[in-house]
């Protein structure tokens, strides 16, 4: 069935430093990718999204890019603040299954930015 | 400003009890959708629905109930049957569950807490 992994946090960085948060998927469709975030006790936000192969999702300096042949989504950011302190999550919608439309989500990944 | 309320944002219950929480959304999306959260597992799945009258299961329907007798709201039920009903509850809804419009907005969640 469809899923999604993440790497495992929790992640610490100092600001102002480079961030990846690994992302890849299981889907038998053709799937949608959506990374969120949350900050504490806060419903999630949509970040990013990318509906097709080599899209670029990006928004607030975050970057990602829908690479079909590594089933991947890798969540980046050249110098992170500490206001990023959150946490990001991968999501895939695929609209193929039986399941239409609906999301998996990742277990998340916590970020913690020290100044 | 449209967006998605949950109310309240703690709720305490005896155990035995069974509970509803709130959501109601004002951005005329068709689609609505519970989630759960709990520390370290990510968001599962609980109930959506496509349309108004319509409600399918989603992967932890067990000891929940839903209705959706209008668009704009989708009351979870939290029954006694549910073993492990403390948690942190997600609300969320997109334009419907078609490619491109399927990105999930969520409310602030409730947090509840059965003793």
């Known amino acids: 069935g469809d899923s999604v992994t993440q790497m495992e946090g929790p992640v610490t960085l100092s600001e102002e430093a480079f961030l990846t948060i690994n992302c890849t998927y299981t889907?038998?469709?053709?799937?949608?990718l959506f990374w969120y975030v949350q900050y504490p006790g806060e419903g999630l936000q949509l970040l990013l999204k990318?509906?097709?192969?080599?899209d670029k999702g990006s928004n607030k300096g975050f970057e990602a890019t829908y690479r079909k042949e590594t089933t991947s989504f890798h969540l980046e950011k050249g110098s992170v603040q500490v206001s990023d302190s959150a946490v990001y999550f991968c999501?895939?919608?695929?609209?193929?299954?039986?399941?239409?439309?609906?999301?998996?989500f990742g277990r998340g990944t916590q970020l913690t930015v020290w100044p | 400003d449209g967006g998605i309320t949950q109310s309240p944002k703690y709720l305490f219950r005896k155990e035995g009890q069974n509970v509803t929480l709130s959501c109601e959304q004002n951005?005329?999306?068709?689609?609505m959708y519970w989630y759960r959260q709990d520390p370290g597992q990510g968001l599962r799945l609980i109930y959506y629905?496509?349309?108004?009258?319509?409600?399918q299961k989603g992967d932890i329907a067990e000891g929940y109930s839903v209705s959706r007798e209008k668009k704009e709201s989708f009351p979870l039920t939290v029954t006694s049957a549910q073993k492990n009903p403390t948690a942190f509850y997600l609300c969320?809804?997109?334009?419907?569950?078609?490619?491109?419009?399927?990105?999930?907005?969520f409310g602030p969640g409730t947090r509840l807490t059965v003793t």
């Open positions: 999501a895939l919608s695929d609209l193929r299954g039986s399941t239409l439309g609906r999301l998996y």
């Open positions: 629905s496509q349309i108004v009258n319509d409600f």
């Open positions: 990318a509906t097709k192969a080599d």
């Open positions: 889907a038998t469709g053709y799937p949608s």
């Open positions: 951005l005329n999306h068709d689609a």
């Open positions: 969320a809804s997109s334009i419907d569950m078609d490619r491109g419009r399927d990105e999930q907005y």
